[in-house]
């Protein structure tokens, strides 16, 4: 009996040691495929920016937007690209050095202000558009996106627009250095019946010659768009409208009817109602346009000179990989 004690003891303890060897292996493999499952590959960039990446897929979405803008305007050739690609990556530099400059000063903007901003964009929209831009509208995205915009505004605030400043003396004297960009072109007021038939037109002018009311009869006949108010141009600057009715309407005494004539739009009539001779403005009369003029003028090349000050402190590293 003690013999047949001790080999169950011995089996025993033989199965237990091997119980703990086959978890032991288990285990290593466990181990083993843990450490042999890669890591996905990083985001490809484009550069870094202080140690802070621009990734290519930043880049791509970047360099489409303007790629679509400019294909609306004229046909994009290489040369053309290659400049459009240097933009593209020159404009995520310098939103990547506002933003950071942004954190340094602790610029931010509150979730409520954020969300009033994007309700009152949406306020500029009709109904259908909000509805056709819905999953645009709730893309985290493009919250964020915007979140970027309202900060760099509040910085530029800040950091630009805070500093500039104009006085009467600095506007007067722009305006005396400036005497030329505020000139009034000449220009006159007049009325217009125009018709895509000659013969109609020449039997509209009889009816004005008759003694008819000009505004009546171009409600009446006129097809163009100022028809609906008696075919009231306003007052036309010279240089704006065709040539053959500038030559028109500047040689013509005020109140005298034209004669038809012809443009690309149709066949034209004519009535002078006012005529201003135009020539140099005075400061008082052009002072809030100096101001803004000089404003606008400084503020451009402060904000430039706050750029390339941003640009001289950063460490900006092009991936030699991309080309």
């Given at each position: 009996?003690?013999?047949?004690?001790?080999?169950?003891?011995?089996?025993?303890?033989?199965?237990?040691?091997?119980?703990?060897?086959?978890?032991?292996?288990?285990?290593?493999?466990?181990?083993?495929?843990?450490?042999?499952?890669?890591?996905?590959?990083?985001?490809?960039?484009?550069?870094?920016?202080?140690?802070?990446?621009?990734?290519?897929?930043e880049f791509e979405e970047k360099l489409k937007s303007y790629?679509?803008?400019?294909?609306?305007?004229?046909?994009?050739?290489?040369?053309?690209?290659?400049?459009?690609?240097?933009?593209?990556?020159?404009?995520?530099?310098v939103e990547k050095l506002i933003l950071q400059r942004a954190q340094e000063v602790m610029v931010t903007v509150r979730e409520e202000d954020l969300d009033r901003s994007l309700e009152e964009m949406k306020?500029?929209?009709?109904g259908e558009e909000v509805e056709k831009n819905l999953p645009e509208l709730k893309d985290p995205r493009w919250r964020e996106s915007q979140r970027k915009r309202l900060i760099i505004e509040a910085l530029l605030d800040r950091e630009v627009s805070a500093k500039v400043s104009v006085t009467n003396g600095e506007a007067q004297e722009y305006y005396n250095k400036n005497r030329s960009a505020y000139v009034k072109t000449r220009s006159v007021r007049a009325v217009?019946?125009?018709?895509?038939?000659r013969e109609k037109a020449g039997k509209a002018r009889k009816?004005?010659?008759?003694?008819?009311?000009f505004g009546q009869v171009a409600r009446e006949l006129s097809i163009g768009p100022e028809a609906s108010r008696g075919g009231d141009l306003g007052f036309l600057p010279e240089g704006i409208m065709p040539e053959s009715f500038d030559k028109m309407a500047f040689s013509l005494p005020p109140g005298r009817i034209s004669p038809v004539f012809k443009t690309l739009y149709g066949y034209h009539i004519i009535k002078v109602l006012a005529r201003d001779e135009g020539g140099e403005v005075s400061f008082p009369q052009v002072k809030n346009r100096v101001i803004a003029d000089?404003?606008?003028?400084?503020?451009?090349s402060l904000h430039r000179a706050w750029i390339e000050g941003l640009k001289a402190k950063a460490v900006v590293v092009i991936n030699k990989n991309f080309h």
């Open positions: 009996m003690k013999g047949r004690a001790a080999l169950f003891k011995k089996a025993a303890i033989d199965g237990f040691d091997c119980l703990k060897m086959f978890k032991v292996i288990i285990l290593s493999l466990l181990l083993l495929g843990a450490c042999g499952k890669q890591e996905p590959p990083p985001a490809p960039y484009v550069a870094t920016v202080n140690g802070q990446k621009i990734f290519l897929a790629m679509d803008l400019l294909k609306t305007l004229a046909p994009v050739g290489e040369g053309e690209f290659k400049r459009i690609r240097e933009a593209a990556l020159d404009s995520l530099i306020e500029g929209r009709s217009q019946i125009v018709l895509r038939d009816r004005l010659v008759a003694g008819e009311d000089l404003k606008r003028e400084r503020h451009e």
